[in-house]
């Protein structure tokens, strides 16, 4: 079963997004981070299968969080979920190993599918 963490800084989304991501059948939240740090921490703890990671987080930002994160787990799939999507931010995210970055305005059904094929993605490798 894929494990789940949510790392954004307002406690409505992260309540928002668990309350979604449990919908679906096997999907796990394993964890929740509100800061960078908190982020790094957890992920590295709790060893998710895929990471969901706002842009804006208290104290960092989400790619900070992401460097962070995948310097100790290279593998992790990160879908960054955000309002503050740009092209200059896609390709920072691109740079450091974030695979997707989805416009909170595109919707519920964008990020689930985009944590659909990151999930299909680590199960081709043999990862679940």
């Given at each position: 079963?894929?494990?789940?963490?949510i790392?954004?800084?307002?406690?409505?989304?992260?309540?928002?997004?668990?309350?979604?991501?449990?919908?679906?059948?096997?999907?796990?939240?394993?964890?929740?981070?509100?800061?960078?740090?908190?982020?790094?921490s957890?992920?590295?703890?709790?060893?998710?299968?895929?990471?969901?990671?706002?842009?804006?987080?208290?104290?960092?930002?989400?790619?900070?969080?992401?460097?962070?994160?995948?310097r100790?787990?290279?593998?992790?799939?990160?879908?960054?979920?955000?309002?503050?999507?740009t092209?200059?931010?896609?390709?920072?995210?691109?740079?450091?190993?974030?695979?997707?970055?989805?416009?909170?305005?595109?919707?519920?059904?964008?990020?689930?599918?985009?944590?659909?094929?990151?999930?299909?993605?680590?199960?081709?490798?043999?990862?679940f």
């Open positions: 079963m894929p494990r789940i963490m790392a954004d800084d307002r406690e409505s989304m992260r309540s928002a997004l668990r309350s979604l991501l449990v919908l679906r059948p096997g999907w796990v939240v394993c964890g929740e981070a509100e800061n960078a740090k908190e982020a790094i957890k992920a590295t703890e709790l060893r998710p299968d895929l990471i969901v990671l706002d842009y804006k987080l208290q104290t960092s930002d989400g790619i900070r969080a992401a460097d962070g994160i995948l100790a787990m290279p593998t992790v799939p990160i879908v960054m979920f955000t309002l503050y999507k092209a200059e931010l896609e390709l920072e995210a691109n740079r450091i190993g974030i695979r997707c970055v989805i416009g909170k305005e595109d919707g519920i059904e964008s990020l689930l599918c985009a944590i659909d094929s990151e999930l299909n993605s680590s199960l081709n490798l043999g990862k």
